[in-house]
């Protein structure tokens, strides 16, 4: 067990620019949850997959983000032509259906 | 809609004495609470959880909390404070196992000599 990993641990890009990011999840979890932690918050929930279908998503992703798990492995979080306010660290967890184990974060910083 | 209150964005405790992080929750079904500390930089580690049966639960590193349905509380304790708990704790609930976690706006501790 090597625990949730995301990819990259950080990004910096130019307002209007793409991004992606990814995670690989513990193995067999089948449950995985994206999250979005701005300074000195709490980690606000964005969207989460059982297996690969995207089960529920908050009203803060935008038409700009988009999350995939195409083969109910790894997940995928884009933002297409990113804001300054998207500037936040974006927290992957994965579940077997019960506590749910945390990446290490990605932490982008829109300029 | 749930919601998580902690109270006190930071605590300062010295060395040995007792931590006490207060968390107030509103759900409408019966809750699932979690505590995760979060050291810089790093991920969320769970500390401890309540999902059913016995209301005093204990945690890593020596962390208990109790969950008081009455008062919709589920504060997070330690006897003893430590330097190596020095981080921001967060108190989270949810609807059902393996559901969507409510944060809190976190605490963060900070442990003197």
């Known amino acids: 067990d090597t625990g949730v990993s995301q990819d990259p641990r950080h990004k910096i890009t130019k307002r209007g620019q793409n991004v992606t990011f990814r995670c690989d999840p513990i193995s067999e979890h089948n449950r995985l949850y994206w999250y979005r932690q701005t300074l000195g918050q709490g980690p606000e929930f964005l969207t989460y997959f059982q297996n690969e279908a995207q089960l529920e998503k908050s009203r803060l992703l935008s038409d700009r983000f988009s999350a995939e798990r195409p083969k109910g492995s790894f997940s995928t979080l884009e933002i297409q032509r990113t804001e300054q306010g998207d500037s936040a660290m974006y927290l992957c967890?994965?579940?077997?259906?019960?506590?749910?184990?945390f990446g290490p974060g990605t932490r982008l910083t829109v300029l | 809609a749930q919601s998580v209150t902690q109270l006190g964005s930071h605590v300062s405790v010295s060395e040995g004495a007792l931590v006490l992080l207060r968390c107030n929750y509103s759900s409408s079904v019966p809750p699932y609470l979690f505590w995760y500390v979060q050291y810089p930089n790093q991920g969320l580690q769970l500390l401890l959880k309540y999902t059913t049966g016995a209301t005093l639960v204990k945690g890593i590193n020596g962390f208990e909390a109790e969950f008081k349905k009455s008062e919709t509380s589920f504060h997070l304790t330690k006897p003893s404070a430590h330097m190596s708990d020095a981080a921001e704790y967060f108190c989270?609930?949810?609807?059902?196992?393996?559901?969507?976690?409510?944060f809190g706006g976190g605490t963060r501790v900070l442990v003197k000599p």
């Open positions: 989270a609930v949810s609807e059902a196992a393996g559901n969507k976690l409510t």
């Open positions: 967890a994965s579940s077997p259906g019960g506590t749910q184990y």
